[in-house]
């Protein structure tokens, strides 16, 4: 069954550090990949996504996520952070052949003024 | 409205009752989906209904649960004889057609099981 991991439960910083969260999936086939995010108090909302073009992904508010297939990963990145990025990630994983997302644990970001 | 809507928002219930919670999909929206969120579990898929086809039901945990969707608009998810481990928040999501279209997600149902 496909699965995906996020090994990053809790990642505390401090605004304008450098950010990566980890995403491993376990699918061996063609994947669609994203990265949500839910803010407190708000709904989960897409971030990025992969659609089997550029692996560099570009999302709003300066993410940006890069598929390496070789690594089965899909890790998000973001140079300089804010405040407001404080927030729960989640990545997903779709496989071709569903229609349904499979959800990681989720990563919850706090990042201190 | 612009969004996908939940109703209730909150919802406390005693062991053993059964529970409806209601999803009003994007207007437009042949695909709906629930998903369960527990804490420190991550969102878990339970269920996807796409048009007119039958529902992938493959993720119920129990057949306690239970889904339809009517009209191909709004749905109910029903849970009978519910259990404490079933206290979660339920989320619902529409997605239009189209492969590359994400899925956007209601505010959910926070369900508390006493």
């Known amino acids: 069954a496909q699965s995906v991991s996020q090994h990053n439960h809790h990642v505390i910083l401090s605004e304008a550090a450098s950010l990566e969260l980890g995403c491993n999936y376990s699918?061996?086939?063609?994947?669609?990949l994203f990265w949500y995010v839910q803010y407190p108090g708000q709904h989960l909302q897409l971030l990025l996504k992969y659609f089997s073009e550029d692996p560099l992904v570009k999302g709003i508010k300066g993410f940006e996520a890069e598929f390496i297939k070789s690594k089965f990963s899909f890790n998000l990145r973001k140079p300089s952070v804010q405040w407001s990025d404080t927030a729960e990630y989640f990545c997903?994983?779709?496989?071709?052949?569903?229609?349904?997302?499979?959800f990681g644990t989720g990563t919850r970001l706090q990042v201190f003024p | 409205g612009a969004g996908v809507s939940q109703s209730p928002s909150n919802k406390v219930t005693e062991k053993g009752k059964d529970v409806e919670l209601r999803c009003d999909p994007i207007?437009?929206?042949?695909?709906l989906y629930w998903y369960r969120q527990s804490l420190g579990q991550g969102l878990e898929f339970l269920i996807y209904f796409q048009g007119n086809s039958a529902p992938d039901k493959s993720g119920l945990p129990s057949d306690r649960f239970s889904a339809e969707r009517t009209g191909g608009s709004v749905s109910t998810l029903t849970i009978q004889r519910t259990q404490q481990e079933d206290s979660a928040v339920y989320l619902c999501?529409?997605?239009?057609?189209?492969?590359?279209?994400?899925?956007?997600f209601g505010p959910g149902t926070r369900l508390t099981v006493l």
């Open positions: 999501a529409s997605r239009s057609t189209g492969a590359n279209n994400e899925q956007f």
């Open positions: 207007s437009g929206h042949t695909a």
């Open positions: 699918y061996g086939g063609t994947v669609n």
């Open positions: 997903a994983v779709k496989s071709y052949n569903t229609d349904k997302l499979i």
